[in-house]
Antibody
Framework: EVQLEESGGGLVQPGGSLKLSCAAS????????MHWVRQASGKGLEWVGR??????????VYAASLKGRFTISRDDSKNTAYLQMDSLKTEDTAVYYC??????????????WGRGTLVTVSS | DIQMTQSPSSLSASVGDRVTITCRAS??????LNWYQQKPGKAPKLLIY???SLQSGVPSRFSGSGSGTDFTLTISSLQPEDFASYYC?????????FGGGTKVEIK
């Protein structure tokens, strides 16, 4: 069964750090790019960033709005991707989703999603 | 960076209506445009990829068109289960980006 499970969310104070995990199964994790997408309550979807596969040198790219505070990594031996969030702000409060992608007929899209994990940044 | 603009941000429609949502990219993205449906408390669901290709299992009343900078999602006959939010997303170049969303409500 194809599955994604995000974990690690919770309550953190402004300025703090949190590391989210995304455990994958049922598909070729090592060959997929892994993305993080977030959604604040009542708001739209926001792409956070992605890490490519080993074949693409684990290249990462992030949304400019994050200004270097977030870092995506992966452990292919554990079929797990991570999102390290530092210097957290109240506006980072959101549900965080991970989602894989790989090119199909030259197109990239997100057809598999987890349930998400809620991060709340508050004092 | 490529910006995605959706319109309208919300609309009210009745069951059976034909609904059209538009998405505009700030620069050409060829056909690298995807559409998602999201219901409250749920993860997004892929409807259309490559601007016009219907994802497996998605009803044929959903269709997508466009290329370059202007795209359209059409629901030919709105069903009760279609009341949801819809998002476009460009996958042409990183950083990727979603449109602001369109909420389809019951009239």
């Amino acid at each position: 069964e194809v599955q994604l499970e995000e974990s690690g969310g919770g309550l953190v104070q402004p300025g703090g750090s949190l590391k989210l995990s995304c455990a994958a199964s049922g598909f070729t994790f090592s060959g997929s790019a892994m993305h993080w997408v977030r959604q604040a309550s009542g708001k739209g979807l926001e792409w956070v960033g992605r890490i490519k596969s080993k074949a693409d040198s684990y290249a990462t790219v992030y949304a400019a709005s994050l200004k270097g505070r977030f870092t995506i990594s992966r452990d292919d031996s554990k079929n797990t991707a991570y999102l390290q969030m530092d210097s957290l702000k109240t506006e980072d409060t959101a549900v965080y989703y991970c989602t894989p992608s790989h090119p199909v007929q030259g197109y990239w899209y997100f057809d598999l999603w987890g349930r998400g994990t809620l991060v709340t940044v508050s004092s | 960076d490529i910006q995605m603009t959706q319109s309208p941000s919300s609309l009210s429609a009745s069951v059976g209506d034909r609904v059209t949502i538009t998405c505009r990219a700030s620069q050409s993205i060829s056909s690298h445009l995807n559409w998602y449906q999201q219901k409250p408390g749920k993860a997004p669901k892929l409807l259309i990829y490559g601007a016009s290709s219907l994802q497996s299992g998605v009803p044929s009343r959903f269709s997508g068109s466009g290329s370059g900078t202007d795209f359209t999602l059409t629901i030919s006959s709105l069903q009760p289960e279609d009341f949801a939010s819809y998002y476009c997303q460009q996958s042409y170049r990183s950083p990727l980006a979603f449109g602001g969303g369109t909420k389809v409500e019951i009239k």
